[in-house]
């Protein structure tokens, strides 16, 4: 999969509780759908022992709980990457980027094909699904990319 290049559109889907107030209900979880471009490329330490690493910015407020959900590629529905978290530092993001244009929330998500990289280094068994129909409520969606993480050993299921 390629990697996403500043203005592209992304789609970064979440499941919230129905009430946040109650989050610990059986009540069926609400499926949020929120558009948003890729801003900018910046590197960053994790941790201070680890090397950096690039992180694609975009523009979508990460709610609680969102991390490690997918950011799709809109017109594809591929996987671009993973949400890390929000972004709290804005000055470190190039001054030619869309943020002159855009001054809301900042999200941070690892490019996908860093994700595959570290899978492989550490012999993390993962595949990627055929494409199926999306869920989503548009009827002329087209199909989506699923990916899966085998965390036992390469005989386990996908999770669903």
């Known amino acids: 999969s390629k990697r996403v290049v500043p203005g592209d559109a992304i789609i970064a889907p979440a499941l919230h509780p129905a009430n946040i107030r109650s989050a610990y209900t059986y009540q069926m979880p609400i499926q949020d759908w929120s558009t948003a471009e890729v801003l900018d490329y910046v590197q960053t330490r994790e941790e201070t022992q680890l090397p950096e690493t690039d992180l694609f910015t ?5 709610q609680k709980g969102q991390s490690g959900s997918p950011v799709l590629l809109a017109v594809t529905r591929e996987v671009a990457g993973l949400v890390d978290g929000r972004w709290l530092r804005p000055a470190n993001i190039s001054p030619a980027t869309n943020l002159k244009k855009y001054s809301g929330p900042i999200g941070a998500a690892v490019p996908i094909d860093y994700v595959i990289r570290l899978l492989q280094k550490y012999s ?6 055929p494409s199926v129909t999306s869920q989503q409520p548009n009827p002329t969606a087209t199909p989506v ?3 899966h993480l085998y965390p036992f050993d390469s005989d386990s299921p996908p999770l669903k």
């Open 58 to 62: 975009f523009t979508h407020e990460v």
């Open 124 to 129: 993390v068994p993962w595949a990627s699904a």
């Open 145 to 147: 990319k699923y990916f």
